[in-house]
């Protein structure tokens, strides 16, 4: 990218930016994040809100997804993607579509953190016919509980368990994940996770066995509108297109739909 080029983009975002604009990142963020990086939270898209969000991960592999908030404490949500879709070449989309179901149990409170369970199909990266799963395998069915701190403004602590339905390479575990987040100000928050991938290094597993570590930010540009820029496997776990701190673009838009 030339530097005019560069200087257009950053005039472009910062067109979208007021004081007041927040997405899911920051001291004043006015929505829940529903994953961390990969590891989904407690958090919920409320009633009456869609969302929209793509990830650009290495090797051109794009996904996106479409959520909306149903009931209260219940959304629905839709994705898809392929790898090689930024680049050259043949386009591999993955062979079907991701579905994203959440319900929050539990509300946060002073002594309590949050409680959500779901069911959620799509994995990250390349898709693998032989072995019926992604490079990252999807989370499947979980439970998520995050809790709420004020510290130099707010720490947000996660914990995931989750089964995923990706079992065709031998490795059946349950899995564990923990996150957290911290706000650096009213719009920017410091996010990070480490899936133990306990389902993902025996048999014939993709995974080294010292789980994915992944750190990213996230900055609210607009109303409703977020930008991330993530780590990913910063302990070069995969032992497949493995480039040590994989960077990979976040996007995310929601708004009120009724």
Do not use: C
């Not at 309590?112 to 898709?127: C, E, N, R, V, W």
């Not at 510290?151 to 995923?164: E, M």
């Not at 014939?204 to 993530?230: A, C, H, P, Q």
């Amino acid at each position: 990218m030339s530097k005019r080029s560069t200087l257009f983009f950053v005039i472009f975002l910062l067109s979208f930016v007021s004081l007041n604009a927040q997405g899911t990142a920051g001291y004043g963020a006015k929505y829940e994040y529903r994953s961390i990086i990969d590891v989904p939270s407690a958090g919920i898209l409320n009633k009456g809100y869609v969302g929209v969000t793509a990830n650009n991960l290495p090797n051109g592999v794009v996904i996106s997804k479409i959520e909306v908030g149903v009931f209260e404490n219940f959304s629905f949500g839709i994705s898809y993607g392929g790898a090689n879709v930024i680049g050259s070449g043949v386009i591999d989309w993955y062979k079907m579509p991701g579905l994203n179901v959440r319900a929050r149990l539990f509300d946060e409170t002073t002594g309590m953190p949050a409680l959500t369970i779901g069911f959620d199909s799509q994995g990250k990266g390349a898709y693998f016919d032989a072995l019926e799963r992604y490079e990252i395998k999807s989370p499947g069915f979980y439970a998520g509980v995050s809790k709420t701190f004020e510290f130099l403004g707010y720490l947000v602590l996660h914990g995931t368990v989750n089964y995923s339905l990706e079992r065709q390479d031998e490795d059946k575990d349950l899995n564990a994940a923990i996150g957290l987040e911290k706000t650096i100000g009213n719009q920017v928050s410091f996010i990070a996770e480490y899936d133990f991938a306990n389902n993902d290094n025996t048999g014939k597993s993709l995974g080294e066995g010292d789980g994915y570590l992944n750190m990213g930010i996230r900055w609210s540009v607009g109303d409703g509108f977020t930008l991330g820029l993530d780590l990913r496997d910063m302990l070069d776990n995969k032992k497949i297109n493995s480039n040590k701190a994989d960077r990979a673009l976040f996007v995310e838009y929601i708004q009120p739909i009724f």
